[in-house]
């Protein structure tokens, strides 16, 4: 049964850091690029990080550059984004998300809130 379980999300102050793992099961991890989504109240999805399989290139959404870092542990088939001075705009669900071809899967989401 494949899986991708976030974690890590929460309420912050603006200025503070976060940081999301997402656990994956159930499929050969090491293989799929990897990436963040979120989703903020009245927008659209947006595609915040990704990287590679075995952790060669990563790519950040202009918003979150200098501020966001993309990381992957093949042997805890884990991916994580350390978030360093958040932002209200930054409050949104963030989502795990795998993908190799046509093979893709999502996590549930995990809540994260910038407010002061």
């Known amino acids: 049964q494949v899986q991708l379980v976030e974690s890590g999300g929460g309420m912050v102050q603006p200025g503070g850091s976060l940081r999301l793992a997402c656990t994956a099961s159930?499929?050969?991890?090491?293989?799929?690029?990897m990436s963040w989504y979120r989703r903020a109240p009245g927008k659209e999805r947006e595609l915040v990080a990704d990287?590679?399989?075995?952790?060669?290139?990563?790519n950040y959404a202009d918003s979150v550059k200098g501020r966001f870092t993309i990381s992957r542990d093949d042997a805890r088939s884990t991916v994580y984004l350390q978030m360093n001075n958040l932002k209200p705009e930054d409050t949104a669900v963030y989502l795990c998300y795998a993908h190799y071809y046509r093979l893709e899967y999502w996590g549930q989401g995990t809540q994260v809130t910038v407010s002061s």
């Open positions: 159930g499929f050969a991890f090491r293989i799929y690029g």
């Open positions: 990287i590679g399989s075995g952790g060669g290139s990563a």
